[in-house]
């Protein structure tokens, strides 16, 4: 009876330190941290890779047609609509599409950390999508920011922004 009373506890033990824990892979921690906790935008984030965006600017014909989510820091935000948005990390900036206009991002979002999901997109944009772009609010672009690459956007399928 003794012996069935240690099992007991020791099971017991074991199911309460296994179920609090969490098991999850090393970037899998970094995504669930930065996804978990913010207001979401779009389709809801799935599995997908969570690539670096340095990563993604050193090597983009890797991630082309991939369905991947960066994060960063939300530089700018289209002031009309809110359709876009401009993701900082580190040297790096990117333009983020809302996937056919089909969601819009809250205006005043910039400065906010952001995890986007959805693909790369490796076309230059047009002169005309720069100058309008600009008119909504894309200084970088009017300035001509030299981290900000002319040839990659990303085409945003959902998008998770930190309440903080």
Not at 58 to 78: A, M, N, R
Not at 106 to 114: N, T
Request: hydrophobic letters at 35%; glycine letters at 10%; proline letters at 4%.
């Amino acid at each position: 009876m003794r012996n069935a009373w240690y099992l007991f506890l020791t099971c017991l033990i074991s199911v309460s330190v296994l179920g609090a824990t969490p098991v999850l892979g090393g970037s899998q921690d970094q995504k669930a941290a930065g996804a978990s906790s913010g207001q979401r935008y779009g389709k809801e984030l799935t599995d997908a890779k969570l690539v670096p965006v340095q990563e993604v600017f050193e090597h983009p014909e890797s991630y082309q047609g991939k369905t991947i989510q960066l994060e960063g820091t939300i530089l700018e935000v289209c002031q009309k609509q809110g359709c876009w948005l401009t993701l900082g990390s580190g040297d790096k900036h990117l333009m983020v599409d809302m996937s056919d206009h089909t969601f819009f991002v809250p205006k005043d979002s910039s400065g906010r950390h952001v995890v986007v999901e959805g693909l790369l997109v490796m076309e230059p944009m047009s002169k005309e999508e720069i100058e309008h772009r600009a008119s909504e609010g894309a200084a970088t672009l009017k300035q001509g920011d030299k981290h900000l690459s002319p040839k990659l956007s990303f085409d945003a399928k959902g998008v998770v922004i930190s309440s903080k």
